[in-house]
């Protein structure tokens, strides 16, 4: 089963604190790009949150800090994951992310391993599962994703959207307490972006979730939040009905006008 | 006949028409030489067997070394620790800047004595031993003579694996690795089980002639008096005074070795299905 059981109490347990998150990208000898300019996400356990806004925005840069894929710069003010410090350099990140599953836009299947090796893997060696009980674990998640048949199938022999399936059930393989997705039907045909929201959908119900997505319908339907990121900055913030019916600033309009 | 079946023929008509002028320049060719490839055969030729045995031992013992050594400094070049960083690019640098006959003479007389090789090098004679006394090598092969070279040709192999080994690591996604440890897994692990697996499988070619390079430059042992098939055939040379035989002889032998390694790669390249990427569009 997947974890989180959404008891009242641990509802109010802040999985993440964002405060003044900043990043900066030398580009040249001389030339600096601000992806981050000082960033604030709370979010509490059992919420779905949507991160949207313009390309550039900042969206992706934040969510993989939340899985140490990338180093806030020194002078930031806070991030804790989990109750982990990702700030302090003490902090053991390989730990954190174990503990926080990742979708990404273009999959990252392993193409060497079957689609049962994918799952297997990370509980093998990182919690030191045998691998009989790893496979079993694996065969229930692909059973719960609807692609049992394909388990020792390689990946490529996979559509887009059964790709982002195995990935999503390859993240829950390691029993996260919270899953990031990083535009997870960017990449997908259109045809398959429905079956991929499906399992997200099915999830929400048992996980936290951040997402990052231009799927407006899906924040809309889904979302317990929906943040609205500009320049590296959260711009917005709030339930899906208030940003989307009623956002206060003129940025997130302009946005919505172009998307919606 | 079809099109594409025409062409064919038109093509092996034309290499058949090259090969067979080829031959007849050869055969017609006067070399003002007296071939003896009886009495070579009666005589002589069971020496260039010798040397052979040695020659593949020798090139096998320094893959064996070469291959972990390389992917080592390798995976040293790509690391984050500057520390490491700097003694991979030494060691290629040194290692593949330097001319490998210089090499093997530092190894031989400079390093072997203070580095203590003599005492691998007994082990190694020990191990071969059996073999060669099956395979009926008559003399005796020097510890530290056998230990230099494999020094020096491991050492210089594994600075082009190393090359070949850090473009293999550069070439794969940088979402593999950022899926791997997003699951957790530490950089060590997802190096061994998500990286490097798909790397050796781009790398395979470029290994397999490293490996051959490797046969061959075996060669370059004789002059620290390793009796390799090199040596053997100059052997041969000096006493049965026959210059074209044990050379053109030797030319096969090592040709022989060098392309079932080859077949070999191209076997385990197919095994791994790697083979069938980039084919040609008919």
Same mark, same amino acid.
């Given at each position: 089963m997947i974890s989180g059981d959404a008891n009242p109490a641990a509802k109010l347990r802040p999985l993440v604190e964002a405060r003044g998150l900043r990043k900066t990208y030398r580009t040249g000898v001389d030339r600096v790009v601000n992806a981050l300019a000082g960033f604030d996400?709370?979010?509490?356990?059992?919420?779905?949150?949507?991160?949207?806004?313009?390309?550039?925005?900042?969206?992706?840069?934040?969510?993989?800090?939340?899985?140490?894929?990338?180093?806030?710069?020194?002078?930031?003010?806070?991030?804790?994951?989990?109750?982990?410090?990702?700030?302090?350099?003490?902090?053991?990140?390989?730990?954190?992310?174990?503990?926080?599953?990742?979708?990404f836009q273009h999959f990252n299947l392993f193409p060497h391993l079957s689609v049962i090796e994918n799952l297997a893997l990370a509980p093998r060696l990182v919690r030191g599962a045998a691998p009989a009980d790893a496979r079993a674990r694996g065969l229930e998640l692909l059973e719960r994703v609807g692609i049992a048949d394909k388990a020792g199938e390689p990946p490529d022999r996979l559509s887009g959207g059964q790709k982002q399936r195995v990935a999503i059930a390859r993240a829950l393989a390691m029993n996260p307490r919270l899953m990031l997705f990083d535009e997870p039907t960017s990449a997908l045909d259109p045809e398959m972006v429905g079956e991929v929201l499906d399992v997200m959908r099915d999830l929400a119900a048992k996980m936290t979730m951040i997402v990052v997505t231009h799927e407006m319908g899906f924040a809309r339907e889904v979302a317990s939040r929906v943040v609205f990121m500009d320049e590296g900055r959260v711009v917005e913030d709030g339930p899906p009905d208030q940003v989307f019916g009623a956002p206060s600033h003129p940025r997130t309009r302009t946005f919505l006008e172009k998307v919606l | 006949m079809t099109r594409a079946r025409r062409r064919?023929?038109?093509?092996?008509?034309?290499?058949?028409?090259? =090969?067979?002028?080829?031959?007849?320049?050869?055969?017609?060719?006067?070399?003002?030489?007296?071939?003896?490839?009886?009495?070579?055969?009666?005589?002589?030729?069971?020496?260039?067997?010798?040397?052979?045995?040695?020659? =593949?031992? =020798?090139?096998?013992?320094?893959?064996?070394?070469?291959?972990?050594?390389?992917? =080592?400094?390798?995976?040293?070049?790509?690391?984050?620790?500057?520390?490491?960083?700097?003694?991979?690019?030494?060691?290629?640098?040194?290692?593949?800047?330097?001319?490998?006959?210089?090499?093997?003479m530092i190894w031989y007389h400079v390093l072997a004595g203070p580095m203590g090789l003599e005492g691998p090098g007994a082990w190694l004679v020990a191990a071969l031993g059996p073999i060669n006394r099956a395979l009926g090598v008559s003399h005796a092969v020097q510890p530290t003579t056998i230990a230099a070279a494999v020094a020096a040709l491991a050492c210089f192999a594994a600075s082009y694996i190393a090359e070949i080994v850090r473009a293999g690591v550069q070439s794969?996604?940088?979402?593999?690795?950022?899926?791997?440890?997003?699951?957790?897994?530490t950089h060590y692990q997802a190096m061994r089980h998500v990286i490097l697996p798909q790397a050796l499988r781009r790398i395979l070619p470029p290994l397999a002639s490293e490996f051959i390079a490797l046969v061959k430059d075996s060669s370059l042992a004789s002059v620290i008096g390793l009796q390799e098939l090199t040596m053997a055939t100059r052997d041969v040379q000096a006493g049965a005074y026959m210059t074209f035989e044990p050379w053109l002889?030797?030319?096969a032998l090592y040709l022989g070795i060098n392309v079932l390694l080859s077949l070999g790669v191209r076997r385990l390249e197919k095994r791994l299905g790697v083979a069938r990427r980039g084919e040609a569009i008919q």
């Open positions: 996400l709370a979010v509490t356990e059992g919420e779905i949150v949507c991160l949207i806004g313009p390309s550039g925005s900042g969206k992706s840069t934040a969510l993989r800090m939340l899985n140490a894929l990338e180093r806030p710069d020194a002078d930031s003010g806070a991030l804790r994951v989990l109750g982990h410090d990702l700030l302090d350099p003490e902090t053991d990140m390989d730990r954190v992310r174990a503990e926080v599953g990742m979708v | 064919l023929a038109i093509r092996i008509a034309i290499y058949a028409a090259v =090969v067979g002028l080829a031959l007849v320049v050869i055969a017609r060719a006067d070399l003002r030489y007296r071939w003896a490839w009886g009495l070579f055969f009666d005589r002589w030729a069971h020496l260039l067997l010798e040397g052979l045995v040695l020659t =593949v031992e =020798v090139s096998l013992v320094s893959m064996l070394l070469a291959l972990p050594l390389g992917v =080592v400094i390798g995976l040293c070049r790509t690391a984050h620790d500057p520390g490491a960083r700097l003694l991979g690019f030494g060691f290629v640098e040194v290692f593949r800047g330097t001319p490998l006959l210089v090499q093997v794969i996604d940088r979402g593999q690795m950022e899926a791997a440890r997003s699951l957790g897994l002889v030797t030319a």
